[in-house]
Each structure stands twice: as C-alpha cells, then as structure tokens.
Nanobody, 125 residues
Framework: VQLQASGGGLVQAGGSLRLSCAAS????????MAWFRQAPGKEREFVGR????????YYADSMKGRFTISRDNTKNTVYLQMNSLKPEDTAVYYC???????????????????WGKGTLVTVSS
C-alpha cells in the first residue's frame, strides 16, 4: 500500500482544514488507517484512527471534538477534518496504515505497516 497525504497549508487559528490521504495498491479496505503528527523537535504523536469499514473511530484526547476522521473505500481515501485549529496543532501530518492493530485505542508509530509522506499544517495566531 502506498499512501500520499495532501491538503496541508497555512490557516488562521480557529479555522478549518481537511487533509486527504490517497492510497494505491490492493486491499486498502482491509487496513485500519490512522493519522499522526509531528511538530518540530517533538516525537510523532497519535491523532486518531478509523477501522477498515469506517464505522469506528478513536481520537487522542486533545483532538476529540475538533478532529474527525472518515474514509471512502470506493476512492481509496481517508480524510482528516480539522476544526477550531490552534497554533499548537502546527505540525507535519502523516497518514499510516495497519492491517492488524494490537489494540482498539491509541496506536503507536512502530506498529504501523505503511506510511505516507507528510503534509505540513501551519496554524497562525
């Protein structure tokens, strides 16, 4: 599975942005998908995840209520809708895929099977 994230850019605090992650390759609909982010000088951080069917999602506490992950398996694409953005949301955002996650909660970078190149989101104050 090859992944390509897009949609990043510069947005003012309080604004919204939608990221997309397009997948190529077989069996995209078999994979659980996740978004991570990495701010300068910080470790890669779990943002949220969606199961293979798109019916179950899970978010990091700081993203709950502001971020929404969805997917369209007919288009091999997963989305991250980000609302009420804050300057501390500034980071490179990555999408990743895992076939058999260890847990139903927070995913760790080490358990992901495939990664896309990141897309930069900058939130100005």
């Amino acid at each position: 599975v090859q992944l390509q994230a897009s949609g990043g850019g510069l947005v003012q605090a309080g604004g919204s942005l939608r990221l997309s992650c397009a997948a190529s390759g077989r069996l995209f609909s078999s994979y659980h998908m996740a978004w991570f982010r990495q701010a300068p000088g910080k470790e890669r951080e779990f943002v949220g995840r969606i199961d293979w069917s798109g019916t179950s999602t899970y978010y990091a506490d700081s993203m709950k209520g502001r971020f929404t992950i969805s997917r369209d398996n007919t288009k091999n694409t997963v989305y991250l809708q980000m609302n009420s953005l804050k300057p501390e949301d500034t980071a490179v955002y990555y999408c990743a895929a895992v076939l058999r996650p260890y847990t139903s909660g927070v995913l760790t970078p080490s358990e992901m099977n495939y990664w896309g190149k990141g897309t930069l989101v900058t939130v100005s104050s």
